[in-house]
């Protein structure tokens, strides 16, 4: 049952930092025709431009977590004996599982809900900054689902090492 909702999941977020990349090209190729052709800059688009970087790097890190491919420094880990590699690997997923749900869903929630009611708005767009700092509850989301699947996968492979090492010596005689 899981794995049809995560695959969903997964390309709902792919396509949406897809779409975000793309009209974020689009805006910036814009930006550089009206600063550099026209010699009339417009107004809007850099604004536009920051606030599409915050979703894209948000929901980006979230992505490469999916993929493991978030940056990280694995070379000393890597060389560590399978069970203390998968402890490290283990806290890791759970460090980044608690700060996701903590601070990003709950503080991003919090900093949205405050944002909103303060109505503030941007200035060149008029866009209420909550839509822009929704960014941060949206890409912890996926980050503590990621991190928390991830978390189960090496609890589920430490217990497998740790079932064959406390497995009895069996002699078998030829």
């Known amino acids: 049952m899981w794995t049809p909702i995560k695959k969903a999941l997964d390309r709902f977020l792919e396509t949406l930092v897809a779409a975000s990349m793309a009209v974020l090209t689009i805006d910036v190729t814009w930006q550089v025709i009206t600063r550099f052709i026209l010699k009339n800059p417009s107004n809007w688009t850099e604004e536009l431009a920051t606030n599409l970087m915050i979703w894209v790097g948000l929901l980006g890190a979230a992505v490469a977590l999916n993929y493991k491919a978030h940056l990280g420094i694995d070379y000393f880990v890597a060389k560590l004996p399978e069970k203390k590699r998968l402890l490290t690997e283990a806290f890791s997923h ?16 919090r900093l949205v809900t405050v944002t909103f009611m303060l ?10 900054m909550g839509y822009v700092y929704l960014a941060i509850p949206v890409s912890g989301f996926f980050l503590a689902v990621y991190s928390i699947e991830f978390f189960i996968e090496t609890i589920i492979k430490l217990k497998r090492i740790i079932g064959r090492a406390d497995a009895p010596f069996v002699k078998i005689n030829s």
Do not use: C, N
């Open 119 to 128: 109505w503030q708005v941007s200035p060149a767009l008029g866009v209420p």
């Open 94 to 109: 759970f460090v980044v599982a608690f700060f996701s749900i903590s601070v990003m869903i709950f503080g991003g929630l």
